[in-house]
């Protein structure tokens, strides 16, 4: 009997279960309700309910020592003893990540570690449900593809590593949603350049994305004359940031060279989860090879070359791991519009719903997820 009670005690197995079948509970539940919701008020509830349930999850995270938040918060704590004109004089000022470094100071400030996951799983889902609310309100997707594309969004079990690792993840996630505000919605890029740049100074791996944005914009214009005017205004500011930015620059390459060239952490079943996403992915662009829907090219030439790009860069965990929640903000946003313009895709959302539950069932089981405990008994 005192094994087993040491046992428990060793791996938090209860703590773990309880946090993972919360969740569980949270994404079978916010899949009914879009499903199920009759009007764009009744969605907007949904959601809201949905993103205040992981907020609550996040407030309450309760980190081991080998997760990313616990030695984050270590660091706010240590900054926020500092004077703030010391504390940014000789850290903000000389960081390639000074944003960053401002939000871990005003947690350390404030004394509320539970604040630091919280605000990061804001940031994160209020990016990612603004998009589905948008699809819903502006291009009239039908609330099974909604429900699906949501599905698609939470099956990873990337919500740990949105409260843990308080950067990298929401970066991205910020970055994803202006690409979808742009080529979906045609939304102006030159009012997203603030976001852009609070992402990229918040954490430097948002930084390649906003150089593709940079590539695609060009490629997106029709005619000659736009080509070569935004050819210019996008080499204008790659120019301009690098000799304002040159230390994120730098910094960026340093790092990325860093991961490829020294050995660094890597989990299987995080990989397996991946390559699921990844053939989850690849098989839906292939039934839909025929779609010849206009606005939806750009989005899925987009979405094939960054999978491509993906299965190269799968020899680094980080950046491989990263990546993937940028490919699994978009994809579901695709998958959505395509069925809805096209009667003829739709008899095949069943089996991506199925795929999703797979990739969920497996997160939950063996992927970084499993880590997950908001309650210590």
Not at 50 to 79: G, T
Not at 244 to 257: E, N, P
Not at 267 to 290: D, K, M, N, P
Not at 301 to 309: S, V
Request: aromatic share 18%; net charge positive; glycine share 4%.
């Amino acid at each position: 009997m005192d094994s087993i009670f040491e046992f428990l005690n060793r791996t938090y197995l209860i703590e773990r279960l309880f946090g993972i079948i919360t969740y569980g509970l949270v994404v079978a539940f916010g899949f009914a309700w879009i499903k199920k919701s009759k009007t764009n008020k009744q969605l907007r509830a949904s959601l809201i309910f949905i993103l205040f349930s992981l907020i609550l999850m996040a407030f309450f995270f309760v980190p081991d020592s080998s997760k990313d938040l616990y030695r984050l918060w270590d660091l706010a704590l240590y900054h926020s003893k500092k004077d703030f004109t010391v504390f940014f004089r000789d850290s903000v000022l000389k960081s390639s990540e000074p944003l960053n470094l401002l939000f871990l100071y005003a947690g350390g400030k404030i004394g509320i570690m539970g604040l630091l996951p919280a605000f990061s799983a804001l940031i994160f889902y209020s990016c990612s449900f603004s998009i589905l609310f948008l699809l819903k309100k502006e291009k009239h997707v039908k609330n099974e593809l909604l429900a699906i594309a949501y599905l698609a969004m939470m099956c990873s079990g990337s919500f740990l590593e949105v409260i843990s690792d308080l950067r990298s993840f929401v970066s991205i996630c910020v970055v994803s949603y202006c690409f979808i505000l742009e080529m979906v919605f045609k939304r102006k890029f030159v009012l997203h350049l603030p976001l852009y740049i609070c992402a990229c100074l918040f954490h430097l791996t948002a930084v390649p994305l906003f150089a593709l944005r940079l590539v695609v914009i060009v490629f997106e214009q029709k005619t000659i004359l736009k080509k070569t005017v935004f050819f210019l205004l996008a080499t204008s500011i790659i120019v301009i940031s690098y000799f304002v930015g040159k230390k994120y620059i730098d910094s960026t390459i340093d790092k990325t060279l860093l991961y490829f060239g020294h050995d660094a952490y890597s989990y299987f079943w995080e990989y397996l989860i991946g390559f699921l996403q990844l053939a989850l992915v690849s098989v839906f662009l292939l039934r839909t090879r025929g779609n010849k829907i206009n606005e939806l090219v750009p989005m899925r030439l987009l979405i094939t070359l960054f999978t491509i790009g993906l299965l190269f860069f799968a020899i680094e965990y980080n950046t491989f791991h990263r990546y993937l929640v940028f490919l699994f903000v978009l994809f579901p946003v695709y998958y959505a519009l395509s069925n809805n313009e096209s009667e003829k895709y739709c008899a095949r959302t069943v089996n991506l719903k199925y795929f999703c539950i797979i990739i969920l069932c497996v997160a939950m089981a063996r992927g970084n997820l499993c880590g997950y405990k908001f309650l210590a008994f």
